[in-house]
């Protein structure tokens, strides 16, 4: 039985002189990052945080994040990295919907959230870094302290040991409707899926893997993991510019690199030097389906470093992967199953479907999570008992239906063709279009809002929202409102790219928004370049 923080336990009697993480310059050995974690494990315990309580982490990467999910490892409490990028309405959300005990955050975000924390009524403390906060940032019951703080207790409280199916963390993320789902993450999940990634990956410990992806993302929190696994080093960075990341790549003599289909299109196109990264062993791309032009390019700038397609899905991990050699020989493909896991394509009735025939992805093994934080109906829709693999066999076992829909070829290679439900996926990350709608209807004069995500090379898929407006409306003030609001409201990557105000909106039979002739409908009204911020259609 192995739990989180028993990989860099592992790794830190083998070699505790090894890096462990690297920022900003700025190295901790894992030794040194085993003795911080239990610092940080003993101010939680001090601050009553006890087996099974969660803790929120709201940062950008940084060790931190790292510190605090390693310390509730060693106490049995759970870790909910937010994304940093979250605005103070979505952090709330998570607080309040997994009952969060402690908050922390940058100094720079908590004047944004004051005014907001006292609306989550289990909140007992936040902990904030990086900078000194003047007395008037205070919530009426809540006083912010310095992370340090939590490394100036002495003694770990010995407390009652978790197990590997015990929840590690909640992950959250967007589902086709509503507000994000806390995906039930266990130690076992996050243990096996390293072991069998770093697999495949071929890590090693001279390994050094930039995280550049946000730790909020289980992608991006599993380059951590892996590194861990074997004993390698990662690199912390936050993604902002094709240019810097490629520095980085170069400067840091990265092994190992992880991005998602936009974050590839721009470093693909991107000036390169003329000398490949003499470094860099491979890359990875999960999160949507990467173009061939992008695969192509990104050949022709890394003729030494293998390319691995990967898909994957919070709720289990990782699911699939391309092995580089077939790179170029299945165009599209997803791959196969990653080592120990069992990926299937089934009809709606739960069959096996013929070669070539499209059915949903259905994984089963040990990186299916446990469902939904707090949503029972949405759980027992995605996660559904397989019938039992053997005669004797009384009980099955729980599998996640994706929601995607695939092909299998005669050689069992996967191939990617849709979303069976109404999810978009931009930027690599899952967004749900009611949390869009929801946004946009609070602004005075739209009486309807629906989000569709039109196919963008660059993005995935780009949002596009179709408004409807209440008579005598100044239609141009409504459609700048909806986009000041939505800037205001929504992080970057669920920003409407373009706003259209539509006279009224198609309707399937049972009365839903014809959510496919809309998007048909839209792409004719809004070309890729550039992407309009207000258009208003009659008739």
């Known amino acids: 039985m192995t739990l989180l923080h028993d990989l860099l336990d592992a790794a830190a009697r083998r070699t505790p002189g090894s890096c462990a993480l690297r920022y900003q310059g700025r190295e901790l050995t894992y030794a040194q990052l085993r003795e911080s974690s239990l610092r940080c494990a003993r101010g939680l315990q001090a601050q009553g945080i006890r087996r099974g309580d969660r803790v929120v982490v709201h940062l950008p990467n940084r ?44 100094g720079s975000v908590l004047p944004m959230l004051a005014a907001e924390l006292d609306g989550c009524p289990t909140l007992e403390a936040v902990f904030y ?44 993320t967007s589902g086709s409707s509503g507000r994000p789902k806390g995906v039930i993450i266990t130690h076992r999940n996050l243990v096996s899926g390293a072991q069998s990634v770093a697999s495949y990956l071929d890590n090693r410990p001279t390994d050094r893997i930039l995280a550049a992806l946000p730790l909020s993302f289980d992608y991006g929190f599993s380059q951590v993991t892996t590194a ?59 999160g949507g389906a990467l173009g061939e032009r992008t695969v192509n390019l990104l050949a022709s700038h890394l003729p030494r470093t293998r390319i691995f397609r990967m898909y994957g899905l919070t709720e289990a991990f990782r699911s699939t992967y391309l092995d580089p050699a077939e790179l170029l020989n299945r165009p599209g493909s997803i791959g196969k199953a990653v080592p120990n896991q069992e990926v299937m394509v ?24 446990l469902g939904y934080w707090n949503a029972p109906e949405l759980t027992a829709q995605r996660f559904r008992p397989l019938p039992p693999r053997l005669a004797g066999q009384t009980l099955g076992e729980l599998a996640v239906w994706s929601g995607d829909l695939v092909r299998m070829d005669e050689d069992g290679f996967l191939y990617f063709m849709d979303r069976a439900d109404q999810q978009l996926k931009t930027s690599g990350v899952r967004v749900s279009p009611t949390e869009i709608e929801e946004i946009a209807a609070e602004v005075e004069g739209v009486i309807e809002a629906v989000a569709v995500g039109l196919p963008d090379e660059r993005l995935g898929q780009r949002i596009v929202l179709a408004i409807v407006a209440a008579g005598r409306c100044d239609e141009n003030l409504v459609v700048e409102r909806v986009l000041g609001h939505c800037a205001k409201e929504l992080p970057a990557f669920m920003q409407p790219a373009a706003v259209v105000l539509l006279p009224s909106v198609a309707r399937t039979p049972n009365g839903k928004p014809d959510r496919a002739g809309l998007a048909a409908q839209l792409a004719t009204l809004t070309p890729t370049e550039p992407p309009p911020r207000l258009r208003a259609v009659s008739g």
């Open 129 to 172: 870094v990086d900078r000194t906060l003047e007395d008037q940032v205070v919530t009426q019951r809540l006083k912010p302290q310095p992370f340090t703080n939590l490394g100036t207790h002495e003694e770990l409280t010995a407390a009652s040991p978790a197990i590997d199916i015990d929840v590690a963390a909640l992950l959250y």
């Open 346 to 369: 089934l009809r709606p009735d739960g069959t096996p479907c013929l070669p070539g025939e499209v059915g949903e992805l259905v994984h089963r093994g040990s990186f299916v999570s």
């Open 228 to 286: 861990f696994h074997v004993g390698a080093c990662a690199v912390l960075t936050n993604y902002s510019l094709p240019a810097a990341l490629l520095n980085e790549v170069y400067r840091e003599r990265i092994t190992g690199l992880a991005g998602v289909p936009t974050m590839w299109t721009h470093i693909a196109a991107a000036s390169w030097p003329e000398e490949p990264p003499p470094d860099l062993r491979y890359v990875t791309n999960s």
């Open 63 to 106: 060790p931190e994040i790292v510190e605090v999910f390693l310390a509730c490892s060693r106490i049995g409490a759970v870790c909910v990295p937010s994304n940093a990028l979250l605005k103070p309405r979505q952090l709330m959300h998570i607080l309040v919907d997994c009952g969060a005990r402690l908050l922390v955050t940058g």
